[in-house]
């Protein structure tokens, strides 16, 4: 089990995008899912999206068609790109690495947690 590491966060406008990264030191990065979470202010933390080895993702309805995980195995990194934010996405993001994706729902490694990047989502 590794910690993950988040960066790319910032402020951004309503409307605006971001692109967040998180890289992940796993002997076979390629072989594990991942997956992206967020704590709100005094929200618990959310599930936002997941991807499997094989590329297929998971959205949770909040960000379905706004944000888009994606991966580049060969950089041990998986991406998340947010646009059309809004100013309830503001929260602190992070990165689970090395979880179980089974039927669209991700299980997250409790011993991979990044310590996350702030978004924050001015309107």
């Known amino acids: 089990q590794v910690q993950p590491v988040e960066s790319g966060g910032g402020l951004a406008q309503a409307g605006g995008s971001l692109r967040l990264s998180c890289t992940a030191s796993?002997?076979?990065?390629?072989?594990?899912?991942m997956g992206w979470y967020r704590r709100p202010p005094g929200k618990e933390r959310e599930f936002i999206a997941a991807?499997?080895?094989?590329?297929?993702?998971r959205y949770s309805d909040s960000v379905k068609g706004r944000f888009t995980i994606s991966r580049d195995n060969a950089k041990n990194t998986v991406y998340l790109q947010m646009s059309s934010l809004k100013p309830e996405d503001t929260a602190v993001y992070t990165c689970?690495?090395?979880?179980?994706?089974?039927?669209?729902?991700?299980?997250?490694?409790?011993?991979?947690w990044g310590q996350g990047t702030q978004v924050t989502v001015s309107s």
């Open positions: 689970n690495a090395g979880g179980t994706f089974f039927s669209q729902a991700y299980y997250p490694n409790p011993r991979s």
């Open positions: 991807i499997a080895s094989g590329g297929s993702a």
């Open positions: 796993l002997s076979r990065f390629g072989i594990n899912a």
